[in-house]
């Protein structure tokens, strides 16, 4: 089994509509989490941090289950610039070489 | 002003030769990465240095040797250049090693061509 596990797609969605992605991981040591964005032929970007209680950025919300070991990625009212692949970042809690684990990505494409 | 800088963009070789990946950042972290992303955009740690002491290797083969010369600088070169290396190599940075919430900060990324 994967650490870190998305489903990639593709999301296919018009603007203003929302769409939700979910992501699994392996490790129940997992502490921190976080989504990424990476736009064609350009570098990851941190999009959002994803805290125990969830948290809200704009049109984007981020949500955490440990329980279940899945986070998840909303997205509000989407617009054509959020046409992205969105990545699944997990860091474990301990060990002598911490690292974040990325998920292979969902791809998202908003259309007019 | 550019954060994490890594040269060159393009590299387009032949299978056998030898090639060096330069990366700096000017953020003043102490840690910095290698990464390969595959064709199937799986985005992969390769090395990691903090204060030029390598903390992670993953299982790479020994013809990539990563080198820092200072924290700001950390250089991947790579021998004996294989099809299989063809892919996308990010160098990133961040301000401590290990602490969950500093974020990673991306160069554009080198495509490498193997022919």
């Known amino acids: 089994r994967k650490e870190v596990e998305q489903d990639p797609g593709p999301f296919n969605v018009p603007e203003g509509a929302t769409v939700a992605f979910n992501c699994t991981y392996s490790?129940?040591?997992?502490?921190?989490f976080f989504w990424y964005r990476q736009d064609c032929r350009k570098e990851p970007k941190l999009l959002m941090s994803?805290?125990?209680s969830g948290n809200e950025d704009g049109r984007f919300t981020a949500q955490l289950n440990r329980a279940s070991q899945y986070i998840s990625l909303l997205i509000r009212d989407s617009k054509l610039s959020d046409s992205a692949t969105y990545l699944c970042?997990?860091?474990?809690?301990?060990?002598?070489?911490?690292?974040?684990?990325f998920g292979s990505g969902t791809q998202l494409t908003v259309l007019p | 002003d550019t954060a994490v800088s890594q040269t060159p963009k393009y590299l387009v070789t032949q299978m056998g030769n030898d090639k060096s990946i330069k990366c700096e950042q000017n953020l003043g972290h102490d840690t910095m990465y290698w990464y390969k992303q595959d064709s199937k955009k799986f985005l992969k740690i390769m090395f990691s240095y903090n204060n030029k002491e390598l903390i992670i290797n993953e299982t790479v083969p020994n013809r990539f040797s990563p080198k820092s010369p200072d924290k700001a600088h950390l250089n991947l070169h790579i021998n004996s250049l294989e099809l299989g290396d063809s892919a996308v190599y990010f160098c990133a940075s961040s301000q401590v090693y290990g602490t969950g919430n500093q974020p990673q900060h991306f160069g554009d990324g080198t495509r490498l061509s193997i022919l």
């Open positions: 490790n129940s040591a997992s502490q921190s």
């Open positions: 970042v997990v860091l474990p809690r301990s060990g002598s070489a911490r690292q974040l684990t």
């Open positions: 994803v805290y125990s």
